[in-house]
């Protein structure tokens, strides 16, 4: 199992960034998938998920409005459009799968700072 994630950066407070994580070796289609992050110092939290069965979503109350996540399940990929982003939104995100055996997997993490 591998999840890629890429797409973090610096970019300036109001601004907008799309992190993807690319998934391989379960059956994508069949895992819940969530987007976590972890400013420096702090406890890891779930931002963003999104189910497999109906693509229902669940988001924090600190990024409701904001953020989407998103899946493309022909393409192994779920995705989290990030937008007003805000200086307290600068954390190493991580995409994690739990698949349908129980299993769960982390990506290596993207760093994004959010900064003038």
């Known amino acids: 199992v591998q999840l890629v994630e890429s797409g973090g950066g610096l970019v300036q407070p109001g601004g907008s960034l799309r992190l993807s994580c690319v998934a391989s070796?379960?059956?994508?289609?069949?895992?819940?998938l969530s987007w976590y992050r972890q400013p420096l110092g702090k406890e890891r939290e779930r931002v963003a998920l999104?189910?497999?069965?109906?693509?229902?979503?669940n988001y924090a109350d600190s990024v409701k409005g904001r953020f989407t996540i998103s899946r493309d399940n022909a393409k192994n990929t779920v995705s989290l459009q990030m937008n007003s982003l805000k200086p307290e939104d600068t954390a190493v995100y991580y995409c994690?799968?739990?698949?349908?055996?129980?299993?769960?997997?982390w990506g290596q993490g993207t760093q994004v700072t959010v900064s003038s």
């Open positions: 999104i189910n497999s069965a109906d693509s229902s979503t």
């Open positions: 070796g379960f059956t994508f289609s069949r895992a819940t």
């Open positions: 994690c799968a739990v698949t349908h055996w129980g299993g769960a997997y």
